[in-house]
């Protein structure tokens, strides 16, 4: 039996292209997590484009050192998804990662207990209008609830929550989600429980270190299957030992077995349109959405807004395109195929999603113009030449990271 969702308040990752409503009657949503470096930007990228591919409509990044939040500020304006940093220790990091522009934060009570701290952090929140996680983690549980409750119980992962939100009311800040994290499924299905009793705020679902697959498999949807069951929960994450595109094809997996989200055949993604696009992104995305649903076609297909980074973010789609300088690059699997104007995108991206729904990736990729990729590349060479390579400012953020 699955229960009416337990109502809960909306907080809003107020990404430009994908903004993501938590809570109140949005569909339950999909995270994850890089296992990137976050300094290497291009690597990072990667891997949240393959992410958002595979489902996941939030993304996390690590923030534990400046290098990390300086690449955040390159990450940020070019994430198809809305991006949280993952703060460990430091506060600092926690408004480094703010003036890179994240979309939310997930503090964890356990690692940043000083009061004066986590105020600070919440009033820098409260003012650039950005939410936070409260991330309880039953392996870094503030001693003292240890000591209080005898040892890790659902009370004490409850109560380390409850204390973090008495901080953030006496700032007047309460934009904010919550996640009561533990290894051992009964226990985090039991701190769950407890704390949809006591707050209405939004709830992150997940079973912290459920290991590799397919035992981590089991164990995480055994905890977030009865959750979501019983009408708990509006956002949830697979903890894997697995690369992360796992994580997210369980959890929109999960969430369609259950009927919280819909089956979809078509999977169009799109960049978020930063400095380097000189094309109406949107415009193009939702006239190739358009076209290609017709064909009924169950592929993967981006859409691009720059031909410097297009293909590379999103070269784990099956087909896309990539704009600039008045013509599109079309690519599968990251190779461009062919070299068009700028008016026959769409037309082209629907004479190859028939070519690579019927014949394969493999077939599409022998049909390659033979001066494609050389013509690109004079594309792309032509355009870092005119635009530089900090297009969307992000070396201003840098600098001011610098001074924290």
Request: aromatic letters at 4%; one cysteine or more.
């Given at each position: 039996?699955?229960?009416?969702?337990?109502?809960?308040?909306?907080?809003?990752?107020?990404?430009?292209?994908?903004?993501?409503?938590?809570?109140?009657?949005?569909?339950?949503?999909?995270?994850?997590?890089?296992?990137?470096?976050?300094?290497?930007?291009?690597?990072?990228?990667?891997?949240?484009?393959?992410?958002?591919?595979?489902?996941?409509?939030?993304?996390?990044?690590?923030?534990?050192?400046?290098?990390?939040?300086?690449?955040?500020?390159?990450?940020?304006?070019?994430?198809?998804v809305p991006i949280v940093a993952d703060i460990h220790h430091q506060y600092k990091m926690a408004l480094a990662a703010l003036e890179a522009g994240v979309h939310c934060l997930r503090l964890n009570p356990g690692n940043i207990r000083r009061p004066e701290h986590i105020k600070a952090v919440a009033m820098e929140c409260k003012d650039r209008?950005?939410?936070?996680?409260?991330?309880?983690?039953?392996?870094?549980?503030?001693?003292?609830?240890?000591?209080?409750?005898?040892?890790?119980?659902?009370?004490?992962?409850?109560?380390?929550?409850?204390?973090?939100?008495?901080?953030?009311?006496?700032?007047?800040?309460?934009?904010?989600k919550i996640s009561v994290k533990a290894s051992n499924v009964p226990l985090m299905i039991e701190a769950y429980r407890q704390l949809s009793e006591v707050t209405d705020h939004p709830l992150h679902l997940g079973v912290t270190e459920a290991g590799p697959p397919p035992a981590g498999l089991i164990k995480a949807t055994a905890g977030l299957a009865t959750l979501l069951s019983e009408g708990i929960g509006d956002t949830i994450r697979y903890s894997l030992t697995a690369d992360p595109v796992q994580e997210a094809r369980a959890g929109r997996q999960l969430l369609e077995a259950l009927g919280l989200r819909e089956r979809t055949g078509l999977d169009l993604i799109a960049c978020p349109s930063c400095g380097r696009a000189e094309v109406d992104v949107y415009a193009i995305a939702d006239a190739a959405q358009k076209a290609l649903e017709e064909l009924e076609v169950p592929i993967q297909v981006a859409v691009m807004g720059c031909v410097v980074?297009?293909?590379?973010?999103?070269?784990?789609?099956?087909?896309?395109?990539?704009?600039?300088?008045?013509?599109?690059?079309?690519?599968?699997?990251?190779?461009?195929?062919?070299?068009?104007a700028e008016d026959e995108m769409v037309a082209e991206l629907v004479e190859w999603a028939k070519i690579v729904s019927e014949d394969g990736v493999e077939a599409a990729l022998e049909r390659a113009d033979a001066g494609a990729a050389a013509e690109a590349e004079k594309d792309r060479a032509a355009l870092l030449t005119e635009q530089g390579d900090d297009v969307n400012q992000a070396d201003e953020h840098i600098q001011q990271i610098r001074k924290l």
């Open positions: 039996m699955i229960y009416e969702r337990r109502k809960t308040r909306e907080v809003v990752l107020d990404h430009p292209s994908h903004p993501v409503t938590v809570g109140g009657d949005a569909p339950v949503s999909v995270q994850s997590m890089t296992i990137t470096k976050t300094a290497d930007v291009e690597g990072t990228l990667q891997q949240i484009y393959a992410l958002y591919g595979a489902g996941a409509d939030i993304v996390r990044c690590t923030c534990n050192e400046k290098e990390a939040a300086e690449g955040l500020a390159q990450i940020v304006p070019r994430s198809p209008g950005v939410p936070i996680r409260i991330g309880v983690n039953g392996g870094s549980l503030d001693p003292d609830l240890y000591e209080k409750h005898d040892g890790l119980t659902a009370e004490a992962m409850v109560e380390s929550a409850q204390r973090e939100l008495d901080y953030f009311a006496e700032v007047g800040f309460d934009d904010v980074n297009g293909p590379g973010e999103a070269r784990e789609a099956d087909l896309g395109i990539a704009a600039g300088r008045k013509r599109g690059h079309l690519f599968v699997k990251g190779k461009v195929v062919k070299v068009v």
